[in-house]
């Protein structure tokens, strides 16, 4: 019997999607033959049913190019805003999969989307996942396609950076997106030679950082770069979400539950303008003028690299062989040069932070990078 498979994408777009797309899609169509439709702007389009069937024209021609063609969106099957209000709407979702006949759905996405997918499974849904993030974030799988890309993007913006930093004898800050996690800003900070990088795995402590920008003005060194991960959080502020989040832990009533939640959402908005307070205190710290970069946007667009096309290709395969093998409930991950299905309750809600002893941090240390601590 021909198997009928839906796929969308969720959660932030990323370079390789689109090679995935076609991965899954070629491989569905012309090597199994199946009927694959795609859903547009994520979940929403699977609430709303607007879908497009992916034949061989649409999947053609769509390898290199950045983003997703089917559009994505952060919408939640069971939080989705709808006319003002947030409703569940995982039931809608029930019956746009079943009123389209299908045998699997394929959610492309990060962090997030592993956990509406597990949702959406546990609701007897036939799921299967691939890891797309620039974030690298993803539990249980080497990579996720998308770093690569945003990895070498940050670093050509680093390099360009370094130029105007030492021209100017200047401190040049530069912002690296990674969410909670350090990997984007870790691989950019060691590819580009940051002389500062600063991640969320460990919180900063400004004096330190500022003292090592002293000690290269000490050896003629005018200039510093200080690659910082959004996520990245001095060290005070991390002391104080750690108590937040033992007091949310340990509330044992509503209101101290509701207080605890308020002071980390506080301590969130504190953080919002982290990477300009960091360069106005390293400017009084040093007396050497410093200047903000944040790249933001530009790590996720455009043209995906050839790793990525690579790894997003063979991820894509390899979740058409496991269709055609009825392997659902699983996310496709990156295991050397493998792709082998791992369970999804082993991947939603949890992060992969980098680990404090990972080779990428001791290399940083051996070359001399000041890692904040
Ligand atoms: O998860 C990818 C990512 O680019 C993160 O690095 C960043 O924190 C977030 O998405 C930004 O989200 P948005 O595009 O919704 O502003």
């Not at 849904?125 to 974030?137: A, E, H, S, Y």
């Not at 590819?191 to 004096?207: K, R, S």
């Not at 939640?261 to 205190?281: D, F, G, P, V």
Request: proline letters at 3%; glycine letters at 12%.
């Amino acid at each position: 019997m021909t198997k009928h498979i839906g796929i969308l994408t969720a959660g932030g777009d990323s370079p390789g999607l689109n090679a995935a797309i076609r991965g899954v899609g070629k491989a569905a169509l012309g090597h199994y033959g199946m009927q694959v439709i795609g859903f547009r702007d994520g979940f929403r389009g699977l609430k709303d049913n607007r879908f497009e069937p992916l034949d061989g024209k649409y999947l053609s021609g769509i390898l290199t190019i950045g983003g997703t063609v089917l559009g994505t969106s952060r919408d939640k099957p069971h939080r989705m805003p709808i006319g003002g209000k947030v409703q569940d709407m995982t039931d809608v979702i029930l019956e746009n999969y079943e009123a389209n006949h299908l045998d699997a759905l394929v959610c492309l996405g990060g962090g997030g989307t592993q956990k509406n997918a597990l949702r959406l499974m546990q609701k007897g849904l036939n799921i299967i996942t691939l890891p797309k993030t620039i974030d690298n974030d993803v539990a249980m799988t080497d990579v996720t396609f998308g770093f690569d890309t945003a990895l070498g993007i940050a670093t050509d913006a680093v390099d360009r950076l370094h130029s105007t930093a030492h021209s100017h004898h200047r401190i040049i800050v530069v912002e690296i997106m990674g969410h909670r996690a350090g990997w984007l800003a870790l691989g950019t900070g060691i590819a580009g030679g940051a002389d500062v990088i600063l991640l969320p795995e460990i919180p900063y402590d400004v004096d330190s950082v500022a003292e090592a920008i002293r000690k290269r003005v000490r050896t003629g060194k005018k200039f510093s770069i200080v690659a910082v991960a959004e996520g990245a959080i001095p060290r005070e502020q991390s002391d104080k979400i750690r108590e937040a989040e033992a007091k949310k832990a340990s509330a044992t009533n509503k209101e101290q539950k509701k207080q605890a939640k308020a002071e980390l959402k506080a301590l969130e908005k504190q953080h919002i303008n982290h990477t300009l307070q960091l360069s106005k205190q390293l400017e009084e710290l040093t007396g050497l003028e410093s200047r903000v970069t944040i790249l933001g946007h530009l790590q996720r667009g455009g043209t995906p690299s050839a790793m990525d096309r690579l790894l997003a290709t063979r991820l894509g395969t390899a979740c058409a062989d496991l269709i055609d093998a009825e392997v659902y409930g699983v996310m496709v991950a990156a295991r050397g040069e493998a792709a082998e299905p791992v369970p999804l309750d082993e991947v939603a809600g949890k992060r992969k932070l980098i680990p404090l002893d990972h080779p990428w941090i001791v290399s940083a240390r051996r070359v001399g990078t000041n890692l904040g601590d």
